[in-house]
């Protein structure tokens, strides 16, 4: 009788077993998920401060390259592409010191939504992408030069890439940080003036 009970209960106890160890799984991701979003966010506030004009950040897709040059550190956000965008732009737009001038793969309005892997979601991603960056001029390079701009200037200067769990191609955002508190027009003025003192008679 008893052998008879422990048949019937051994299937069940192992079934019982599988949903356990499976729930341990998704515990022990969910809880990875939320120490990645800590790590990285604490990363940005702590990093923000004392980056300024020719800085990068860069918020990219999951299959981004791992870049050597030495200015260059990669963090993963274990995060979306949108809402890791839409946290550093707030925090950029709360610095005192850099505004974000925004760039994007110049391929990203010509990809074919059939020929990604997951179609629907490229849709997605351009919604949200767009509200994300509202009203904001986005400068449109393509991806190979953007690759060979930014692996340049890691040779100098600090680049920080944030690595998304993102799938779709040529979703990156890449912000090229510019002092807040002097503009392009300024600046403009500013070389021109130089320049025509150099050429005044002394």
Known sequence: MEKSIMRKLIPSMLVLSVILMACDASQARAQRSV????NWQAKIRRMLPL?????????????????????????ETGQGLPEVT????????????????????AELPFIDAADAADEPEVSRYQNQIR?????RKVNFRPHEQLLRQIN???ATYKILVLKTNE????TS????????????????????AMKHAAHSPQ
């Open 167 to 170: 799938t779709i191609p040529y």
């Open 86 to 105: 839409k946290y550093v732009l707030n925090l950029v737009d709360h610095s005192i010191q850099v505004r974000p001038d925004v760039y994007m793969d």
């Open 173 to 192: 955002v890449f912000l090229r940080l510019d002092a807040k508190y002097w503009s392009d027009e300024a600046e403009a003025r500013l070389r021109e």
């Open 131 to 135: 509200t994300v960056l509202q009203n």
């Open 51 to 75: 980056l300024g004009h020719r800085n990068w950040i860069l918020i990219v897709d999951s299959a981004y390259p791992l870049q050597i040059s030495p200015g260059i550190e990669t963090i």
């Open 35 to 38: 120490n990645l979003a800590a």
């Open 152 to 154: 340049d200037i890691g």
